[in-house]
């Protein structure tokens, strides 16, 4: 029962079960932490097994460290399927963000354009991060509720000239949890002798990507999303004749995954400290993705959380803010109840002190809170988190009329707790 047992003491108390004094952690400094079920895209729950993998000194220049990163490497780009073999993982120190400024300074030349299809906030970024190395960034910009549309991409190529030789696109708009269908978007920019840059951050490991389609030129991910590793680590999963062409033309010196490749082909090293305890945790989340049937088998499971979730809010009459066609099992977006009684702080920490941590929303003229799906988390632990959700709005006074009572929450909580294995 290892995924029902990453609950924290605030959730075990929410289902009237006592939390040990060992669960807390009080840090030197004075710091109180309790584990708590992390809905959110990245840190998210992750396994024991992973958490402890990250508990020895590691030395960087050691050869079972330099063999680790060389499995690691190999493995993140088995997982791309279909076309791996012309791909090569460049790790890089940092959160996603890092990854993804490596990716359009290395790829795209200083002195050319890079055309960013957004559908949310981190295009939004990547178009941030275009601007601010200086790329000539054309924005097109979609609608956040709905994915890229591949037709208007082709127009707006057709008439780029052609020093815009790169589009980037993000594959899950985490910011709302659309899902851009990638292949007719690679479509289009191979018809226009284009290449993409996929930002995979929170799909990598879980949803298909089409590496074999000729356009895609390097796709781009962290250890702590669908990996469920701890967060710390970017790679990149560039063909290895971008890398070649790439060489030398990076206008930053710790960015450049060109030559970070390179002397990782020639040392077996990093170019600078690695982060040696996330990379080790990530050979154990990866190990447990395998475990679990690869991608696939991580699809499976964040769909049914996906779908409970979705039933759950539901029930509870919470509108969500996507249509169901194009929402990503990965994270929800909901609009909160009609009330006056609705305040997303009181509501965070209703549901917080009932051991889950949800997101607050990320767009601008709207409000909305989001769920993720993602994580060391099952069906049985995503029922618990509508209970949860159920219980606060109960307490703030926010149910509608035909959402679940509490008596009915209470009844999924003991079933829940049935089904999870945890005693009652
Ligand atoms: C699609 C996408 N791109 C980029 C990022 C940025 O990653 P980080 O916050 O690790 O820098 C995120 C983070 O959730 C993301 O979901």
Redesign the pocket.
């Known amino acids: 029962m290892a995924i029902a047992s990453q609950l924290g003491p605030s959730a075990l108390a929410g289902l009237g079960l006592a939390a040990t004094a060992s669960d807390r952690i009080q840090t030197a400094t004075g710091f109180d932490l309790e584990p708590l079920v992390l809905l959110t ?2 840190p998210l729950t992750t396994s024991e097994r992973t958490r402890a993998a990250a508990t020895f000194d590691l030395g960087s220049w050691d050869a079972p460290f330099a063999a680790l990163t060389a499995d690691v490497c190999a493995r993140l780009t088995a997982i791309l399927g279909q076309g791996a073999e012309s791909y090569a993982c460049v790790p890089l120190q940092g ?4 990854a ?1 400024e490596a990716a359009v300074r290395t790829f795209v030349p200083p002195k050319a354009g890079l055309v960013v299809v957004s559908n949310g906030a ?1 295009g939004e ?1 990547i178009a941030a991060i275009g601007r601010a190395a200086g790329r000539t960034v054309a924005l097109f910009r979609g609608a956040w509720d709905e994915p890229v549309d591949p037709g208007a991409i082709h127009s707006l190529l057709t008439d780029l000239p052609s020093v815009y030789g790169h589009v980037a696109v ?1 594959h ?3 910011s709302t949890g659309v899902l851009n269908r990638l292949e007719p978007i690679a479509d289009v920019v191979r018809q226009s002798r284009r290449q993409l840059l996929v ?1 995979a ?2 799909t990598f490991g879980a949803i298909d990507i089409p590496a074999w389609h000729p356009a895609v030129t390097a796709v781009v991910a ?1 250890s702590g999303k669908c990996l469920e590793g701890l ?1 710390g680590m970017g790679f990149v999963l560039a063909r290895r004749q971008a890398l070649a062409d790439a060489s030398g033309q990076c206008d930053s010196l710790s960015l450049d995954l060109a030559d970070q490749h390179a002397y990782l082909e020639r040392t077996g090293q990093w170019r600078f400290t690695p982060p040696v305890q996330v990379v080790a945790a990530l050979a154990q989340a990866l190990a447990e993705h395998a475990a679990e049937g690869g991608r696939a088998g991580r699809l499976a499971r964040y769909q049914a959380n996906s779908d409970v979730l979705a039933a759950g809010l539901a029930d509870l009459g919470l509108r969500p803010y996507l249509p169901a066609d194009c929402q990503a099992p990965i994270i929800h977006t909901v609009y909160p109840p009609d009330h006056p009684a609705w305040d997303f702080e009181r509501f965070y920490q209703q549901v917080r002190q009932r051991g889950f941590v949800i997101y607050p929303g990320k767009l601008t003229e709207v409000e909305t809170f989001r769920v993720g799906c993602i994580g060391q988390i099952d069906a049985a632990v995503m029922r618990r988190a509508v209970t949860a959700i159920s219980q606060a709005l109960s307490a703030m006074g926010c149910l509608t009329a035909n959402a679940l009572t509490s008596e009915d929450a209470a009844d999924a909580s003991l079933a829940d707790r049935a089904t999870a294995g945890i005693g009652v």
């Open positions: 895209p990245g959160s996603g963000t890092f993804v981190y970024r993000v899950c708009e985490t930002d951050m929170s962290a967060p």
